[in-house]
């Protein structure tokens, strides 16, 4: 690995790992987003143990990663993502320290990863983070009382397609194929059906 000491591919890699990080915690799966971020941040951490680095701004990457995540998490609040933000990218820039120097870093490099990152925090971030939190707006109980039609024959199994979709479905009475059922109860994605009929309609 004789490029992680090099301070340019340090820095890509410390944006790189922050932004894998940052999606793995804002969208968990399978773990293996958890699992490339753990790589990347442990070669970030072997990049940091063999170059000088400024250990208060270790505080402000630890600090800055926390309220990006809190901001993307717990808050509308677009003042406070861009601050939480450039609270990060401080800290990345400044974690890496050269003698006479004020970015450890190339600035042309410093630049366009800078703007990379804050760019898929506020965009990716955001858009993922709205997805994770909106509740389902879909109430599966309304189909209960809508009329469908028998795909299949109905007794102790068939299916029905209501409401733009099929469902499995039972009765306690054979229902021929292709005729009107009505929904009288939902059990998880199973429903129970009656064969419809004006009685069967005024008894809902």
Sequence with gaps: MIFLPDPNFAFVL???????????????????????????????????????????????????????????????????????????????????????????????????????????????GRNTAKAFQQKPQRNLDKIVGQIGKAVTDISKEGSVYVGGENWSAESETLIKKGSPVIIRKREGLLLKVELYSESSKKKS
């Design 14 to 124: 410390l944006a790189i790992a922050f932004m894998v990080t940052i999606f793995a915690l804002l969208a968990p799966g399978t773990g293996i987003l958890e699992a490339i971020s753990l790589i990347l941040l442990t070669l970030v951490g072997f990049s940091m143990a063999n170059l000088a680095v400024n250990t208060w701004a270790i505080l402000l990457l630890v600090g800055g990663i926390v309220a990006v995540l809190l901001a993307l998490k717990r808050s509308e609040s677009s003042y406070l993502l861009a601050s939480s933000i450039v609270l990060l990218l401080l800290g990345m820039l400044l974690v890496f320290k050269r003698e006479g120097r004020l970015l450890a870093m190339d600035p042309f490099l410093a630049i366009i990863v800078s703007i990379s990152t804050a760019a898929f925090i506020w965009i990716v």
